[in-house]
C-alpha cells in the first residue's frame, strides 16, 4: 500500500548536507508528504511534513516539486547520530471516522561515515 | 514534552500464553495507532482508535484484539501466542482528525514481545 519510492541507501560525509530523495507520483491533492526516521528498534521519530510548500524546522527541510510527484529530505549538516532508516510516508487521508493511518515502505538507510 | 508510554518495554511468554500491551498517549490525544515490526521489517499498521471507537484495522490477527478506554490509554491484547508474534510493537497517537501540524502521530519506543 506504500505510494512511496525510496533508495534502499544512501551514504553521507559527517557535515555534509544529506539529501534524500522520495517518489509519490500518484499522490492526491490532499495528502501529505510525513517524513520519519528510526534509529535501530527506536520508535519512529517524526521529522517533517508537508502539503505544497517547502518547510524547514530544527532538524531539516523539506522540498516537494511543483508537481508534488517527489520530494526531497534536507539534513543540512549531517551527523553521526543521524544514521537511521528515513521513511517518506504519503499519509491516508481520513475518510469519516477512518482516520489517516501512516503506510511504512522500505525506506532509506542513510549511514553518516566520519 | 510528554510523550507516548508504552509498558512493558520488554515481555517474554511461551507459545499459547497470552500477553497484554499497554499504551498511553501524549495529553489530550485522542487517537492511538498500534503498529508491529518484525525482525527486519518495516512497521505494519495493526488498528487505530479514535475517541474510544475502533476506527481503521490493517492486518491484525483475529487472536489479536485491542480497546481505548476513557481515559484515552490503549491496550493490545495477543492470545494464543505464536512464535511468529516475536515483534517489536509501536504505540502511536494524535489529537484527532486532519492531517496538518496538529495531527502529527507520534510514536512510542515500543515493546519487544519474544515469543518462546
Known amino acids: 500500500d506504500a505510494k512511496t519510492t525510496q533508495p534502499p541507501s544512501m551514504d553521507c560525509a559527517e557535515g555534509r548536507a544529506a539529501n534524500l530523495p522520495c517518489n509519490h507520483s500518484t499522490i492526491s491533492g490532499n495528502e501529505y508528504v510525513y517524513w520519519y526516521r528510526q534509529i535501530h528498534s527506536q520508535g519512529p521519530q517524526y521529522i517533517i511534513h508537508?502539503?505544497?510548500n517547502n518547510e524547514t524546522n530544527e532538524m531539516a527541510s523539506l522540498i516537494i516539486t511543483e508537481d508534488r510527484k517527489s520530494s526531497t529530505l534536507i539534513l543540512p549538516h549531517a551527523t553521526l547520530r543521524d544514521t537511521a532508516v528515513y521513511y517518506c510516508?504519503?499519509?491516508?487521508?481520513?475518510?469519516?471516522?477512518?482516520?489517516?493511518?501512516?503506510?511504512f515502505g522500505r525506506g532509506t538507510q542513510l549511514t553518516v561515515w566520519p | 514534552a510528554a510523550g507516548v508510554i508504552q509498558s512493558p518495554r520488554h515481555l517474554i511468554k511461551e507459545k499459547r500464553e497470552t500477553a497484554t500491551l499497554k499504551c498511553y498517549p501524549i495529553?489530550?490525544?485522542?487517537?492511538v495507532y498500534w503498529y508491529q515490526q518484525g525482525p527486519g521489517q518495516d512497521p505494519q499498521f495493526l488498528i487505530s482508535?479514535?475517541?474510544?471507537?475502533?476506527?481503521d484495522k490493517g492486518s491484525i490477527p483475529d487472536r489479536f484484539s485491542a480497546q481505548q478506554f476513557s481515559d484515552y490509554h490503549s491496550e493490545l491484547n495477543m492470545s494464543s501466542l505464536e512464535l511468529g508474534d516475536s515483534a517489536l510493537y509501536f504505540c502511536a497517537s494524535s489529537s484527532g482528525p486532519g492531517q496538518g501540524s496538529g495531527n502529527t502521530i507520534y510514536f512510542g519506543e515500543g515493546s519487544w514481545l519474544t515469543v518462546v
Open positions: 510516508i504519503v499519509r491516508v487521508p481520513d475518510r469519516g471516522s477512518t482516520l489517516g493511518r501512516l503506510y
Open positions: 495529553p489530550r490525544h485522542d487517537t
Open positions: 508537508g502539503l505544497k
Open positions: 482508535f479514535y475517541e474510544k471507537m475502533q476506527s
